[in-house]
């Protein structure tokens, strides 16, 4: 029954255009802002840097950027909506990721500062928060890294190899949550987490694939610079 109320909720929120960036929006400004100012049991410091293979391809990935962003807008235009914000987009030293997949996830919002970016959407059975930051909290005993279960490796590698994608995604970790799946990892020299939040978590569309799908189908509308 649960299930059903949220579906209900969901998709009423769907029909009012700017659907789950709305709601999720509201995080955004604030998960920016804590990330940034939040005081905590540690020191803020910059993440490793970008090795050459992370450096290689992100200047790969941002000459196609002005052409993925023209995309989000032809994609916005169908929707009325107005186009992304360059300024937001160019201000932060993250690389601006967000979910390739034309109208479906058109509806996007991008909060930023210089060493964070947060980018929110979705569509009528799923919605995602994107984080990104070049800044990692240090602690006297760091947690070590999980490696995925093999299952999970596997298909995290034919997920992306069906996608296409050739550039270094690494310290993957996925974690099924009461409404979908979060994922964090590393991409070109910057720390991320993309979380799935679902309508139905029963649905097809919630499955661990279709959230490595989303995390496969991110492209680079700029920043990183």
Request: hydrophobic share 45%; aromatic share 4%; net charge positive.
């Amino acid at each position: 029954m649960l299930t059903n109320l949220r579906a209900r909720h969901w998709g009423a929120l769907m029909r009012r255009i700017v659907p789950a960036s709305i709601v999720l929006a509201s995080l955004c400004a604030m998960s920016v802002a804590q990330q940034a100012a939040k005081p905590a049991a540690g020191i803020m410091k910059p993440v490793r840097p970008a090795n050459q293979l992370e450096t290689a391809q992100l200047r790969l990935a941002l000459q196609k950027s002005a052409a993925n962003r023209q995309a989000f807008d032809a994609a916005r235009l169908r929707l009325k909506l107005p186009p992304l914000d360059a300024a937001v987009i160019a201000r932060t030293k993250v690389p601006v990721l967000a979910v390739m997949r034309g109208t479906q996830f058109a509806n996007i919002r991008i909060r930023s500062s210089v060493d964070h970016v947060v980018v929110a959407g979705g569509d009528e059975t799923r919605g995602f928060v994107l984080t990104g930051t070049r800044l990692a909290r240090t602690v006297a005993k760091p947690q070590a890294f999980r490696a995925l279960k093999p299952a999970d490796d596997q298909l995290l590698k034919s997920v992306l190899a069906a996608r296409s994608i050739t550039d270094p995604i690494s310290d993957v970790d996925v974690t099924r949550t009461e409404d979908g799946y979060d994922i964090s990892f590393r991409r070109y020299g910057a720390l991320y987490d993309l979380r799935m939040a679902c309508a139905d978590t029963e649905a097809a569309a919630c499955s661990k694939e279709e959230a490595l799908k989303l995390l496969a189908d991110t492209q680079v509308l700029g920043g990183g610079e």
